[in-house]
């Protein structure tokens, strides 16, 4: 049997480091917010490009946080690509303010540049992007409309560690919100995030808003939340970022065989050379998605699906999202494949894939 994904594969080559870094910890009995975080929080700004790095408890706090921060005003409207994962739109829905959806390229499954400007009314005051799958949206396009229209700008990197567009990583264009999940390029072994900024003064709302919104122990300026990236996954997260750039270049060579080696009958990811993709998730798209699925199966070849339904579908945003058409969304939802690509793979695991594949 070819999983889908394998934790414990993925992470066996770090167990080693793993165990002795929990063991310095354990012996430190510091545990909260101490050195082990700031190391992280400094390595990974400097992979990435940043001046700061501040780390919270999960992806979609660091997405709460980076809009908190912002002091938008409830009831104001924040542009998202119709086709993300539910948690883009938690976000928003969290701090009172309205998602506007807007369709993705057909091409890149990222924002549609040019269906964004469309959708900015007197009510919008920023625009979320999401770099799905690991491939990062046009950013310079985007930037400029953010700017032209003096809009708030936040990356949803969940997917896109080490993703770049022109050279530029993702979460540098706008304020960075990362998750480290630990089926991300760069996962730890819970739920961990962390925001990017090269602004020191909303990097200092971050760090206060996340430890109760306190900079001074038992001094609260502002009402805060509990939301702090752990010593225990800060460690895991050092070690495995050391390593970063070969988990990516492996999952890149897996995709290369994907994508030279399937039928012309499968919608492959675009690939051009403006993008760096780190493929977090390789997708393919076919009208018969759910009957190859159920084909690959009785294969031994597990799959997943990035995302079977649709956000506007969702039975938790009925009476929230507008009653709206979202077709090349759905177009999306309903065709959309993921295959097994991960550090744990092999080329031959691949290569076994696409052999059973190009026989559907």
């Known amino acids: 049997m070819i999983d889908y994904e394998n934790l414990r594969?993925?992470?066996?080559?770090?167990?080693?480091?793993?165990?002795?870094?929990?063991?310095?910890?354990?012996?430190s009995g510091w545990f909260i917010l101490g050195g082990t975080v700031k190391q992280f929080e400094?390595?990974?700004a400097a992979?990435?490009?940043?001046?700061?790095?501040?780390?919270?408890?999960?992806?979609?706090?660091?997405?709460?946080?980076?809009?908190?921060?912002?002091?938008?005003?409830k009831g104001s409207e924040v542009i998202v690509p119709s086709n993300t994962y539910i948690a883009t739109i938690l976000s928003i829905l969290q701090c009172d303010l309205i998602p506007v959806l807007v369709e993705p390229d057909i091409r890149t499954y990222n924002i549609d540049?040019?269906?964004?400007?469309?959708?900015?009314?007197?009510?919008t005051r920023a625009i979320m992007v999401v770099h799905l799958y690991g491939k990062s949206c046009e950013m310079?396009?985007?930037?400029?409309?953010?700017?032209?229209?003096?809009?708030?700008?936040?990356e949803d990197c969940a997917q896109?560690?080490?993703?770049?567009?022109?050279?530029?990583?993702?979460?540098?264009?706008?304020?960075?919100?990362?998750?480290?999940?630990?089926?991300?390029?760069?996962?730890?072994?819970?739920?961990?995030?962390?925001?990017?900024?090269?602004?020191?003064?909303?990097?200092?709302?971050?760090?206060?808003?996340r430890n109760y919104g306190s900079d001074k122990k038992y001094y609260n300026e502002v009402v805060g939340y509990n939301s702090r990236l752990d010593e225990i996954q800060a460690g895991f997260l050092s070690i495995k970022l050391k390593h970063l750039h070969e988990i990516t270049e492996h999952k890149r060579t897996l995709a290369t065989l994907y994508h030279d080696g399937l039928k012309n009958e499968f919608i492959r990811p675009q690939v051009h050379p403006d993008y760096y993709d780190v493929f977090h998730i390789y997708n393919i798209r076919h009208p018969k998605r759910d009957a190859l699925k159920e084909y690959l199966l009785q294969h031994e070849i597990k799959t997943d699906i990035h995302y079977p339904v649709a956000p506007h579908k969702q039975k938790a945003m009925s009476?929230?999202?507008?009653?709206?058409?979202?077709?090349?969304?759905?177009?999306?939802?309903?065709?959309?494949?993921?295959?097994?690509?991960?550090?744990?793979h092999s080329k031959s695991d691949v290569q076994r894939v696409i052999d059973v594949l190009n026989k559907f």
């Open 9 to 27: 594969k993925a992470n066996e080559p770090f167990f080693q480091d793993y165990q002795q870094s929990f063991i310095r910890l354990l012996e």
């Open 42 to 44: 400094t390595e990974f």
């Open 47 to 73: 992979f990435n490009g940043n001046k700061y790095c501040i780390g919270v408890a999960n992806g979609l706090d660091a997405l709460i946080l980076c809009l908190r921060a912002l002091h938008i005003e």
């Open 113 to 123: 540049p040019n269906e964004i400007e469309a959708a900015i009314t007197k009510k």
């Open 140 to 154: 310079d396009t985007i930037a400029a409309i953010a700017k032209k229209h003096n809009l708030s700008l936040i």
């Open 160 to 209: 896109s560690h080490g993703a770049r567009h022109k050279g530029k990583m993702t979460g540098t264009f706008g304020y960075g919100a990362f998750s480290f999940y630990p089926t991300k390029n760069l996962g730890c072994l819970g739920d961990g995030g962390a925001v990017t900024t090269d602004d020191e003064i909303f990097a200092g709302k971050i760090r206060m808003l």
């Open 319 to 344: 009476g929230v999202l507008l009653k709206q058409k979202f077709p090349i969304s759905e177009e999306i939802h309903a065709t959309t494949l993921s295959l097994p690509i991960s550090y744990c």
